[in-house]
């Protein structure tokens, strides 16, 4: 059990952080590539939210229209403005704190945010409390279609209770989709006990090969890696405390669907993309070695075919085979390895 958590948390992104540039590493910076739609959304975001925005990296999965979307430790509210965006009035944004200063920004500019979208009543709500005692909250359980966290689990010491809360959230089909930071190995005591690591996203960072068995007993069968960077510690204060530990920052998405295969099998499937998700007209991105070309059919494992055929992601898809014939396992897929030691570069996969 880490020795800090939510006091600590609640200090430095309430009292020790005035903003984004006070921050001593680039954990929390945007990815270069914005997507054209996600940037154009950042415009109608109040520059007071974004001052407070500590985010490592983007969380808008595709095809949002008319979702309701929670977001775990929204901090001042950016993501969930534009995820509003994305989700249109029809939709529903809930973003979760427990941090009063980050809130009151969030709640401050609410009515501003629905006056620039359009919108004709608000449709972002904010909720204080623990993000690893969302039971506590009311939340009725399969009512979400998709949950995100920007650089949040890393600083809760019950990592597992936010996994299996948001497994029980989310609807059949629904997915968790969140950014965080990874470390290379587990965190030394020494490390874990220091705040100013944890509230900048460092001890408490989960080593990798943790988080994918947390992710899977809370029912996340394969987690797929969308992207991943190394972190630069450019700090020399940080750099000699973490010495040889390398920090990255990495995006998942994790559907809930029962009984997804233990690895991927190879079944003869095959999809379409019909390129019809806004933005992505040219291709559909589903993670790091799915990069689906529209109109072009795409030779599927039987757990891909599954996130898509049985997720909001259906109707933009054509499919085809089924699960009759088996031809071993599907080829190309790689180690259990999410990402490797080198900057930015993947050397597999837990997915094929
Ligand atoms: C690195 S910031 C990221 C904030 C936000 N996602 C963003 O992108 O700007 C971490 C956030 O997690 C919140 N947090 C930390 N532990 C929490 C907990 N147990 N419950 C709820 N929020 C928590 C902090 O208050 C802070 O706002």
């Known amino acids: 059990m880490d020795a800090i958590g939510l006091d600590n948390s ?45 985010g490592c990296g983007l969380v808008v999965p595709q095809a949002l229209a008319g979702t309701r979307i929670l977001d775990l430790g929204c901090g001042s509210g950016q993501d969930c403005y534009v995820l509003a965006q994305f989700a249109g009035p029809r939709g529903q944004i809930v973003g979760v704190d427990a941090t009063r200063e980050q809130l ?37 359980n399969e009512s979400f279609d998709v949950i995100v966290s920007n650089c949040v689990i890393n600083l809760i010491p019950d990592k597992a209770a936010v996994f299996a809360a948001a ?43 943790d988080f994918l068995t947390l992710a899977k007993s809370a029912g996340f069968g394969e987690p797929r890696l969308v992207s991943d960077r ?18 990255y920052s990495a995006t998942y998405r994790l559907f809930k669907l029962d009984g997804l295969a233990a690895a991927c099998e190879d079944y003869g499937q095959a999809v379409r993309y019909l390129g019809t998700i806004p933005g992505a007209t040219h291709n559909f991105v589903l993670d790091k070695h799915h990069d689906i070309d529209a109109g072009r059919l795409f030779p599927v494992c039987g757990n891909t075919y599954r996130m898509l055929q049985e997720s909001r992601l259906a109707p933009h898809f054509e499919f085809f085979g089924d699960t009759s014939r088996h031809y071993g396992i599907f080829k190309g897929c790689g180690t259990d390895l999410p990402f490797s030691h080198e900057e930015g570069a993947a050397v597999g996969s837990s997915c094929c």
């Open 104 to 140: 009151a920004v969030a709640r401050d500019y609410a009515d501003w945010h629905r006056d620039r979208f359009g919108f004709p009543a608000a449709t972002v709500t904010f909720i204080e409390g623990d993000v690893s005692r969302l039971d506590a909250l009311g939340l009725a």
């Open 230 to 247: 190394r972190l630069g510690i450019i700090d020399p204060e940080i750099a000699e405390l973490v010495g040889p530990v390398a920090f």
């Open 167 to 209: 497994h029980r959230l989310l609807k059949q089909g629904g997915e968790l989709y969140f950014s965080d930071i990874y470390a290379d190995r587990r965190m030394p005591a020494a490390l874990r006990a220091n705040p100013m690591l944890h509230g900048e996203c460092l001890s408490g960072a989960l080593y990798w090969g």
């Open 10 to 54: 609640r200090d430095y992104y309430g009292k020790v952080l005035g903003g984004s540039a006070d921050l001593r590493t680039d954990a929390c910076t945007m990815p270069g590539a914005v997507p054209a739609l996600v940037r154009a959304a950042l415009v109608n975001v109040h520059d007071a939210v974004k001052a407070r925005y500590y």
